[in-house]
């Protein structure tokens, strides 16, 4: 029975070791699974990185890639959860030509219109930073393309759950 494929949020607690990335997107293209997206920092927890993947499998499939994530030696634990589980945001910058923000009555609108902010100005440029759901980045690029955008770039998926991670609770009595 083919099981519906839909978006997870993976997050995953770990040591910060070197060679993990390789081992842990090697379990999604041994399933031929492309990861969406990627960050990772700090988390809540000194010492340890937290991982956020987003990944479009099933239900099924993600249990058995967790399974195989949490063998990995410096993985503490990893969770997935679905959009509807999880608050999220995504962040962007858009490099553009300064001439554009005097002359373009429009862009100052775009700007204002899409809570989007101005991180710097020269003569030459101005820079966009815009955070939100993909959608929202989604549409602000394609507003300001019509306008020509010098540079773009994209940051993966920052997610943190509705519902409490036990994880600070586990590593306190792993720790024990």
Not at 23 to 48: D, K, P
Not at 150 to 165: C, D, L, N, P, W
């Amino acid at each position: 029975m083919e099981t519906e494929s839909k978006l997870f949020t993976v997050s995953i607690y770990t040591e910060n070791n070197i060679g993990l990335l390789n081992r842990i997107s090697a379990i999604f293209q041994r399933r031929h699974l492309n990861i969406e997206c990627i960050s990772t920092s700090v988390s809540e927890i000194e010492g340890v990185s937290r991982w956020t993947i987003v990944v479009i499998t099933s239900e099924e499939q993600i249990k058995k890639i967790i399974g195989q994530i949490e063998k990995q030696v410096e993985v503490i634990k990893a969770y997935f959860h679905t959009d509807e589980e999880t608050i999220y945001q995504e962040s962007c910058l858009f490099k553009i030509k300064s001439d554009l923000l005097f002359d373009e009555p429009q862009i100052q609108n775009i700007i204002k219109d899409s809570n989007s902010r101005i991180v710097t100005v020269n003569k030459k440029f101005f820079v966009l930073e815009k955070s939100g759901r993909r959608h929202e980045v989604d549409m602000l690029y394609r507003e300001l393309s019509a306008f020509g955008i010098m540079q773009f770039v994209r940051s993966g998926r920052i997610a943190v759950t509705k519902e409490e991670m036990k994880i600070s609770t586990l590593l306190a009595e792993f720790q024990q």
